[in-house]
């Protein structure tokens, strides 16, 4: 149907009226707001990257955690930091690790509140990397950096034990990072067995190996000892292959799955919804927040109104879920506006 100008220009010219009709509108309800928790009590380490977020111990994480839910925030996404890493990951699926006993502590004082967790090893392991490493890593050479190949079939098996090691202390919602081959269908296949056929997968599907990563290495001390991920995150150039992923997942058992990073993929979130119709999180990742919060100290942007043009754009492309840090300051610009 043809609108001539002037008719638009009437729909554009009233602020209220243009409320009214906007096409995307931005909840509370679509956030997630990410947490580092880590060993110790009254932890609260400054991540230096990302101003506002912090390591936070258990005892002080339950404080924030309350905060997001006074903030009519409806989930929190969980990333453990241990005293204690190795090369087969115990400190993962220990059931007295540091995120399961988060998790426990959320749900006895923070009712209500979703809790998710993200299920990889990398946080974990000795080395840095996602996974099992097969044998010893490649020696550097002048014309070769030493990288890793990673054991799928041993790490998918420590993936499932991590996951159920979570849902047996209360997790609501895990979500595996790792990007192994079959680990939806290795998740699935545990908590079924064991009797949690109704908790769901949110799948880290669409994982690009990216440069927007740097500021949480910082946060989750995970950086790779040697090497990089790149042998199992996704190529920045392909789109085709998300595709290809995403339907993998969801073949597997993925109910929710993801597009890491947000801002430089929306592409891709948007030919996920298109294709597959699932619900889609879109993860708003540490150096998207770091740069905009660097910009802002400069005085180039304006914070409240980049932020919240971002995650707009982020839901017009299909997000149904925005995992972002910027959460507990958009709950608050959302109800002031």
């Keep these: 149907m043809y609108f001539p100008k002037y008719r ?5 010219g009233n602020k209220n009226l243009q409320r009214m009709v906007r096409e995307t509108k931005l909840f509370v309800d679509d956030l997630v707001m990410p947490f580092f928790v880590r060993e110790g009590k009254k932890v609260k380490k400054i991540i230096s990257s990302m101003p506002g977020n912090y390591q936070l111990s258990v005892d002080n994480l339950v404080r924030e955690v309350e905060e997001v839910k006074e903030a009519d925030i409806p989930a929190v996404l969980l990333f453990g ?13 220990a059931g007295e690790g540091i995120v399961q006993r988060a998790v426990r502590a959320i749900k ?6 979703i809790v998710i967790t993200d299920v990889c090893l990398c946080e974990y392991m000795s080395h840095g990397h996602c996974g099992i490493i097969k044998g010893r890593p490649l020696p550097k050479t002048e014309s070769r950096k030493p990288k890793a190949e990673i054991d799928n079939e ?18 609501d919602v895990v979500a595996p990072s790792a990007m192994m081959d079959g680990q939806v269908s290795a998740i699935r296949g545990i908590l079924d067995e064991n009797g949690y056929q109704d908790i769901p997968i949110m799948s880290y599907s669409a994982k690009y190996a990216s440069s927007f990563y740097g500021p949480f290495r910082e946060a989750a001390e995970s ?27 969801i073949e597997e058992g993925a109910d929710i799955v993801m597009v890491k990073p947000a801002l430089g993929y929306m592409d891709i979130i948007y030919r996920v919804k298109e294709k597959f119709g699932y619900p889609v999180a879109a993860y708003s990742v540490s150096g998207e927040f770091a740069m905009v919060k660097a910009a802002v100290e400069k005085g ?7 932020v919240l043009e971002i995650l707009t754009g982020l839901k017009r492309a299909g997000a149904d879920i925005i995992i972002t840090y910027w959460a507990k300051d958009v709950a608050r610009w959302l109800k002031e506006s």
Excluded: C
């Design 223 to 249: 950086p790779p000892a040697f090497g990089d991920r790149r042998s199992y995150q996704m190529d920045m150039a392909n789109s085709h292959e998300a595709l290809r992923e995403v339907a993998l997942d």
């Design 300 to 306: 180039w942007l304006e914070e409240k109104k980049t």
């Design 108 to 113: 006895d004082r923070v009712p209500g509140m």
């Design 81 to 93: 930091i241990p005293d204690v890493k190795d090369e087969e990951a115990s400190s993962a699926y």
């Design 154 to 171: 041993a790490t998918r098996h420590l993936l499932a034990r991590t996951a159920l090691s979570h849902v047996r202390a209360g997790a």
């Design 8 to 12: 638009l220009r009437r729909l554009r």
